[in-house]
């Protein structure tokens, strides 16, 4: 694809949402007697050079505040770009105000711009410094020094230590918080690269939106950082030992961080330590906050509404406390929800039972206390939907067989069973710079558990060698992913033996 074609594409995408947002401020604000600010078409040359070179600075700057700030200014989205990289206007933010909360109509033209700026960098940079610099998209050789200067932001909360909507100098930030100052502008400056704080006023550090996040969105998104910087990217250097020494991971012990926590497995040294399970609990919580994780998405996921009738069974594996049962329950009149956990789960489920089940579903929903891996005992009970949310990929293939074979007692013709989890593409995307949280998932999990993520086709060949194993037959194979869902469903039904 030629650099002349994917500006055409970029400055197609930003025209539109200059569009949209202009007719929005129309409806919003009484027209100005003043001439309109200069769209995208009136600023940038015709030649596809200027184009590229438009392009290429909003890239090789932090471009990304683009879709980060709150909405105040109104201006042209690449009009904006080469003011704010010009002169006269390098150091204000405010220009980029105005693309923060697009609607979301928009987005699709948003990953459009920032897959092609993506591209357009892809082939124009040099791979000597696509490798080594810093400014660089992915996480390359140098992108740690940008993951040690948030680190310590966070860990010496840098960020508290300037006013909401004010500022600080260096001196009043080291004063504050007791780092030396040399240290203050240090990791200060690298931050500022990404976004993270400004200098308005030379010396002078105020909050950017993606700072003052920092400040607003509590302990959860500082959680999250510190689960990254201390539990994964340390362990994650020692990934080429622990294939050296184990080859293909099988066991959670085997994984580089067990390696690097006395060969113990993520799960024992959280249990061991409290303050580090909390951390990741507080992390995962904040993570799953998100809409694209909302427990609503299971609704589209199957057709629940089908399987509503008097006397039907559903099975929730690895179920917790039970919240996507309830929420199952209360949507639907006549389901029974079995949720299957740990006995010290169950135990506590049972407990709180009261607070945690609204009193009109109470009798529709039980527990059982009995680890996913332990078959299920051979009884007359069996189960018209079986599924597991987000479980799958905590484990190794050798584990994943275990958990289906583990079911097998409580199938009948005509069970069916829903996977959710991240469902990788089946081929590869390519250069994508939107498009890749499910391969880092992949990747943290192979760092922190031994385990994958993997494709809805790589989860059915594991179902059908359980299958074969007893000379037995899925069929009806699915695959959905529900709109702006995080999660992807694959399910299928189980015909017997």
Same mark, same amino acid.
């Given at each position: 694809?030629?650099?002349?074609?994917?500006?055409?594409?970029?400055?197609?995408?930003?025209?539109?949402?200059?569009?949209?947002?202009?007719?929005?401020?129309?409806?919003?604000?009484?027209?100005?007697?003043?001439?309109?600010?200069?769209?995208?078409?009136?600023?940038?040359?015709?030649?596809?050079?200027?184009?590229?070179?438009?392009?290429?600075?909003?890239?090789?700057?932090?471009?990304?505040?683009?879709?980060?700030?709150?909405?105040?200014?109104?201006?042209?989205?690449?009009?904006?770009?080469?003011?704010?990289?010009?002169?006269?206007?390098?150091?204000?933010?405010?220009?980029?105000?105005?693309?923060?909360?697009?609607?979301?109509?928009?987005?699709?033209?948003?990953?459009?711009?920032?897959?092609?700026?993506?591209?357009?960098?892809?082939?124009?940079?040099?791979?000597?410094?696509?490798?080594?610099?810093?400014?660089?998209?992915?996480?390359?050789?140098?992108?740690?020094?940008?993951?040690?200067?948030?680190?310590?932001?966070?860990?010496?909360?840098?960020?508290?230590?300037?006013?909401?909507?004010?500022?600080?100098?260096?001196?009043?930030?080291?004063?504050?918080?007791?780092?030396?100052?040399?240290?203050?502008?240090?990791?200060?400056?690298?931050?500022?690269?990404?976004?993270?704080?400004?200098?308005?006023?030379?010396?002078?550090?105020?909050?950017?939106?993606?700072?003052?996040?920092?400040?607003?969105?509590?302990?959860?998104?500082?959680?999250?950082?510190?689960?990254?910087?201390?539990?994964?990217?340390?362990?994650?250097?020692?990934?080429?030992?622990?294939?050296?020494?184990?080859?293909?991971?099988?066991?959670?012990?085997?994984?580089?961080?067990?390696?690097?926590?006395?060969?113990?497995?993520?799960?024992?040294?959280?249990?061991?330590?409290?303050?580090?399970?909390?951390?990741?609990?507080?992390?995962?919580?904040?993570?799953? !906050? /998100?809409?694209? &994780? =909302? @427990?609503?998405?299971?609704?589209?996921?199957?057709?629940?509404? *089908? $399987?509503?009738?008097?006397?039907?069974?559903?099975?929730?594996?690895?179920?917790?406390?039970?919240?996507?049962?309830?929420?199952?329950?209360?949507?639907?009149?006549?389901?029974?929800?079995?949720?299957?956990?740990?006995?010290?789960?169950?135990?506590?489920?049972?407990?709180?039972?009261?607070?945690?089940?609204?009193?009109?579903?109470?009798?529709?929903?039980?527990?059982?206390?009995?680890?996913?891996?332990?078959?299920?005992?051979? !009884? /007359?009970?069996? &189960? =018209? @939907?079986?599924?597991?949310?987000?479980?799958?990929?905590?484990? *190794? $293939?050798?584990?994943?067989?275990?958990?289906?074979?583990?079911?097998?007692?409580?199938?009948?013709?005509?069970?069916?069973?829903?996977?959710?989890?991240?469902?990788?593409?089946?081929?590869?995307?390519?250069?994508?710079?939107?498009?890749?949280?499910?391969?880092?998932?992949?990747?943290?999990?192979?760092?922190?558990?031994?385990?994958?993520?993997?494709?809805?086709?790589?989860?059915?060949?594991?179902?059908?060698?359980?299958?074969?194993?007893?000379?037995?037959?899925?069929?009806?194979?699915?695959?959905?992913?529900?709109?702006?869902?995080?999660?992807?469903?694959?399910?299928?039904?189980?015909?017997?033996?």
């Amino acid at each position: 694809m030629s650099l002349t074609l994917l500006a055409s594409e970029i400055l197609a995408a930003a025209k539109e949402i200059d569009k949209s947002l202009n007719e929005s401020d129309k409806e919003q604000t009484q027209p100005s007697s003043n001439a309109s600010s200069p769209t995208v078409f009136e600023k940038i040359s015709k030649c596809s050079f200027d184009i590229v070179c438009v392009i290429g600075n909003l890239i090789f700057r932090p471009w990304r505040l683009i879709l980060g700030e709150s909405t105040v200014n109104h201006q042209s989205l690449l009009h904006t770009s080469s003011k704010v990289l010009g002169k006269d206007d390098e150091r204000s933010v405010s220009y980029f105000e105005r693309y923060n909360a697009l609607p979301s109509e928009l987005l699709s033209k948003c990953e459009v711009l920032i897959n092609n700026c993506h591209r357009i960098r892809t082939l124009i940079e040099a791979p000597e410094t696509a490798l080594v610099n810093i400014y660089s998209n992915v996480l390359m050789i140098l992108k740690w020094t940008e993951m040690v200067s948030l680190q310590v932001i966070c860990h010496f909360e840098l960020f508290k230590a300037i006013p909401p909507s004010g500022s600080a100098t260096y001196s009043e930030i080291s004063a504050a918080t007791g780092l030396p100052l040399h240290l203050v502008i240090r990791f200060i400056r690298i931050a500022i690269l990404n976004g993270i704080f400004t200098e308005l006023v030379p010396g002078q550090v105020s909050h950017t939106p993606r700072s003052h996040w920092l400040l607003s969105r509590g302990q959860g998104l500082i959680d999250i950082i510190n689960v990254n910087c201390y539990e994964l990217a340390p362990a994650a250097l020692r990934y080429p030992e622990a294939i050296e020494k184990y080859g293909v991971a099988e066991e959670p012990e085997q994984s580089p961080f067990a390696l690097i926590n006395s060969n113990m497995p993520i799960f024992h040294v959280f249990a061991r330590e409290e303050s580090r399970r909390l951390r990741f609990g507080n992390a995962m919580q904040y993570l799953t !906050s /998100d809409e694209s &994780y =909302d @427990v609503r998405h299971i609704l589209v996921g199957h057709d629940w509404i *089908s $399987d509503d009738k008097a006397g039907a069974r559903v099975l929730d594996v690895g179920g917790g406390l039970g919240h996507v049962s309830v929420f199952l329950a209360e949507q639907t009149k006549y389901l029974n929800f079995t949720v299957q956990d740990l006995p010290n789960v169950v135990e506590d489920a049972i407990k709180n039972k009261a607070t945690l089940i609204k009193s009109q579903v109470q009798d529709r929903i039980s527990f059982l206390p009995l680890s996913f891996f332990t078959p299920h005992p051979v !009884s /007359d009970i069996f &189960y =018209d @939907v079986v599924f597991m949310r987000w479980i799958l990929h905590n484990w *190794s $293939d050798k584990h994943v067989r275990q958990i289906f074979r583990s079911l097998l007692p409580i199938l009948r013709k005509g069970s069916r069973v829903l996977i959710i989890e991240y469902l990788l593409d089946e081929e590869c995307i390519g250069v994508n710079a939107t498009h890749n949280i499910g391969l880092r998932c992949d990747l943290m999990m192979g760092v922190g558990f031994g385990a994958k993520e993997r494709t809805a086709r790589e989860i059915r060949a594991l179902m059908e060698d359980v299958a074969a194993e007893c000379n037995g037959v899925w069929s009806n194979w699915s695959v959905r992913k529900p709109k702006c869902s995080t999660m992807g469903f694959l399910e299928a039904t189980w015909q017997g033996v």
